[in-house]
Each structure stands twice: as structure tokens, then as C-alpha cells.
Nanobody, 127 residues
Framework: QVQLVESGGGLVQPGGSLRLSCVASGFTSEHYAIGWFRQAQGKQREGVACVLMSYGTTFYADSVKGRFTISRDKSKNTAYLQMNALKPDDPAIYSC????????????????????WGQGTQVTVST
């Protein structure tokens, strides 16, 4: 059974950094992708970034390009989201999700394409 556990959220000042982790247990194949999403209160869920676990191919939303970096450690079934230069409009609940059975991606997948979701971790940006 696939389970996802996020960690690394917290409170940071504007301009600061955080690194989120998503551990995906239960996978027996490397052919899957992990995506990060965020949902601020009163707003729709937004795809932030995605990494293909087999080859490390990455995709980003325009709103985070140049500030966020997604990476993965295949041996640990873990994806990381390094968030730098955090802004006041970045706060949200950040969740990870997996897209199973994929060995190639051509774009950032939409939320409804993912099949497993984690519980999320809160990111707050404030002075």
C-alpha cells in the first residue's frame, strides 16, 4: 500500500527558505512521479512542481520557477522541494502526490492525474 508523508513545513520570514520532504512508501517500481501542490485558504489547489523518479525530469509552475527546486532520492523514494526567496503569497498547505506507472512526462501534470495524496504540511511566511 502506497503511503505519502510530508515534512519540513513551518514558519519562515519573507525571503527565507524551507525544504519540504515527501516520502513515498510502498512503491516497488521507479516508474512514478511525485508532484508538489499547494492550496491557500480560499484558493484553488495549484500544482507547483513535479519530478519523474526514474530519470529525474522536472517541471515547474511559472509562479515558482527560479525560486523552488524539486529533486529526488530514488533509493529513499523521497522527493524534496527546496523553496527559496519565499514571498507573502507563498503560504499554503503544501501536499505531495504520486502519479503511478509513468516513465516519461512532457508537462506538469494536473492535480486530477495523481492517484495518491499526502496529508500536507503548512508553510507560513510572516515577519
Amino acid at each position: 500500500q502506497v503511503q505519502l508523508v510530508e515534512s519540513g513545513g513551518g514558519l519562515v520570514q519573507p525571503g527565507g527558505s524551507l525544504r519540504l520532504s515527501c516520502v513515498a512508501s510502498g512503491f516497488t517500481s521507479e516508474h512514478y512521479a511525485i508532484g508538489w501542490f499547494r492550496q491557500a485558504q480560499g484558493k484553488q489547489r495549484e500544482g507547483v512542481a513535479c519530478v519523474l523518479m526514474s530519470y529525474g525530469t522536472t517541471f515547474y509552475a511559472d509562479s515558482v520557477k527560479g525560486r523552488f527546486t524539486i529533486s529526488r532520492d530514488k533509493s529513499k523514494n523521497t522527493a524534496y522541494l527546496q523553496m527559496n526567496a519565499l514571498k507573502p503569497d507563498d503560504p499554503a498547505i503544501y501536499s505531495c502526490a504520486t502519479l503511478s506507472g509513468v516513465s516519461a512526462l512532457l508537462r506538469l501534470p494536473s492535480p486530477n492525474e495523481y492517484d495518491r495524496w499526502g496529508q500536507g504540511t503548512q508553510v507560513t511566511v510572516s515577519t
